[in-house]
T-cell receptor, first 113, second 111 residues
Framework: GAVVSQHPSWVICKSGTSVKIECRSLDFQATTMFWYRQFPKQSLMLMATSNEGSKATYEQGVEKDKFLINHASLTLSTLTVTSAHPEDSSFYIC?????????FGPGTRLLVL | EDQVTQSPEALRLQEGESSSLNCSYTVSGLRGLFWYRQDPGKGPEFLFTLYSAGEEKEKERLKATLTKKESFLHITAPKPEDSATYLCAVQIQGGSEKLVFGKGTKLTVNP
């Protein structure tokens, strides 16, 4: 299966700052990537679908101007949380869509103080 | 609305005590049902995909089954290393490849 990495694995930032999370595929080219977030004791919730070379599609209730997604290449997608607030503290996971399965990144833990 | 419900929320077993986890779903059309294992602070690890009612898949002590309304993850003679949160997710027919997740079942196996 594909190897997916996320950087950073965890980050602590001050309220009002912006944080960029990278998702890289080391051995798989994905035209579609998903970004999920998971709050404690909650299920993974889809935030947006990212297609290489086009604008991301956001789920209802997710602010596209706050969560900037750039699918720069078939192996790289970035999620930028702009003007982060404590309620944005969560576990962010990227997922690459393969033909028959999906490949999950290890996740990024974000804590906004 | 597409919905996935997992039960129980938490399950404690003694080592060797077999049991089952449930995932019931309400969707417009099922393309596939996925089971994942998630350890604390990590991303989900793929276990199984089931596509049609009656299908079964096995891997070591785990066996997943599927009906038209629900899926079961059977754990036979579990070991402490099977302790994790088990997530169920469905992929909708005719839609994008996105997954709709349940909240998971946290399994603890005591030695």
């Amino acid at each position: 299966g594909a190897v997916v990495s996320q950087h950073p694995s965890w980050v602590i930032c001050k309220s009002g700052t912006s944080v960029k999370i990278e998702c890289r595929s080391l051995d798989f080219q994905a035209t579609t990537m998903f970004w999920y977030r998971q709050f404690p004791k909650q299920s993974l919730m889809l935030m947006a679908t990212s297609n290489e070379g086009s604008k991301a599609t956001y789920e209802q209730g997710v602010e596209k101007d706050k969560f900037l997604i750039n699918h720069a290449s078939l192996t790289l997608s970035t999620l930028t949380v702009t003007s982060a607030h404590p309620e944005d503290s969560s576990f962010y996971i990227c997922v690459l869509a393969g033909e028959w399965t999906q490949y999950f990144g290890p996740g990024t833990r974000l804590l906004v103080l | 609305e597409d919905q996935v419900t997992q039960s129980p929320e938490a399950l404690r077993l003694q080592e060797g005590e077999s049991s089952s986890l449930n995932c019931s779903y309400t969707v417009s059309g099922l393309r596939g049902l996925f089971w994942y294992r998630q350890d604390p602070g990590k991303g989900p690890e793929f276990l199984f995909t089931l596509y049609s009612a009656g299908e079964e898949k096995e891997k070591e002590r785990l066996k997943a089954t599927l009906t038209k309304k629900e899926s079961f993850l059977h754990i036979t003679a579990p070991k402490p290393e099977d302790s994790a949160t088990y997530l169920c997710a469905v992929q909708i027919q005719g839609g994008s490849e996105k997954l709709v997740f349940g909240k998971g079942t946290k399994l603890t196996v005591n030695p």
